[in-house]
């Protein structure tokens, strides 16, 4: 699709003119811009605009959904216009951070932490799901794959290594991203978390798994230390990492530069190693369990309340960012003896849900011929149904309220069906494809969850749609 530059100065117009941009720069889909008063942003006027498929503000940046493509497109023509420079995304996380309170801060640093290495993540669980596809059993026969054609068990064996290993170093892709975000050297926290699995270190999968008893420890200053491996772990990174970036940037400013290279590296993994193993690990691991058992339990007591109130909240959470702050919790819950999360099944029954709605309002368009928006509904629930949920969400189903409304209200029934089986699957893909990084014995459960999802939202927003005409009405004279 073609950008014209009419629509760009449009959008110029209705955001209050140039003068009220601080900050721009734009990601896969939408243009993101630190304005200095929101208030003066003209909602309707932004709507009318062909080239807009939606817009929210969150985390204190207003984003406009232009798609995928088109988007770079229109940010250049937004650049030529505005006369702003260019803008790294860092430049506008640090503009947008100065209207943050505390809390929303917390929020950020663990998206700016999780997300970079969700790509590793996605893919660890797509090949995690192939690989349960060729070793399930009563899937294509009695026996699996693997055993059927024998020569497929080396191929299944490479596919397991090269999925598992996103979750088995995960604490040193914690330590990477996190020691970025925190202003440290990043291969400084990469080492830091390869530390904390070396395999001198004792397993916790083989301790809990009965293969030895015996936690070797180290004596030092009249402590006994243990040897254990935080394989599979967040907090005890995350924590360790902050330590070690503190250490780094309080060695840097008083370390002669002729010995920095001597000096700050070692000093600072040498006091962090310390610290990780007699304080910081033990103490994280203990909260880190706290965590997961607490979850564990509500699931497992009450899963349908669990799972239902996680669908209910959480599209609403994506709309204000907090849902960032889960991912910690899915890793968490992956790298315990659970092998697996509650939360993400969850999350992607919401993607379709989502989906579906937008194909409900698609229906309500094409009875009113109101051909724009038509073709939003559909590719935007096509996005929702492979995971991308933005374009629907933002551009179809909160402006029209009742789609959102159907979508949660779903979701959160079939989180509630979800979590009353306890669900369990990796972090990975979202919508429809995220049955592969489900485990094998609830591929049943979720599948009729997800053939619920596909339509239930659908349906439930023509209803609503009779309820709310005077909104369409509107739109149609509009």
Known sequence: MAVKRDDVKKIIHAIGGKDNVNAATHCVTRLRLVLNDESLIDKAELEEIDLVKGSFSANNQFQIVIGPGTVDEAYKVFQEETGISESSKDDVKKASEQKMNPFQRLIKLLGDVFIPILPAI???????????????????????????????ADFANIINVIASTAFIFLPALIGWSAMRVFGGSPILGLVLGLILLHPQLASQYDLGGGKSSEIPVWHIFGLDIKQLNYQGQVLPVLIATWVLSVIEKFLVKRVHDSIKMLVVGPVALLITGFLSFIVIGPLALELGTLITNGIQSIFESAGWLGGAVYGLFYAPLVITGLHHMFLAVDFQLMGSSLGGTYLWPIVAISNICQGSAAFGAWLVYRQRKMAKEQGLAVTSGISAFLGVTEPAMFGVNLPLKYPFFASIITSCLLGAFVGANT?????????????????????????????????????????FSRFAKEKVKKMVKE
């Open 122 to 152: 996605v893919t660890a669980g797509l090949l995690l799901g192939l690989n349960n596809v060729l070793t399930a059993k009563d899937l294509f026969g009695p026996k699996p794959l693997v055993e059927q054609y024998v020569w497929l």
């Open 423 to 463: 669900v369990l699957g990796s972090v990975g893909v979202g919508g429809i494809p995220a049955i592969i990084s489900i485990k094998r014995e609830y591929w049943g459960v979720f599948g009729l969850a997800t053939g619920i999802a596909i339509f239930l939202p659908a349906i439930l927003t023509v209803i």
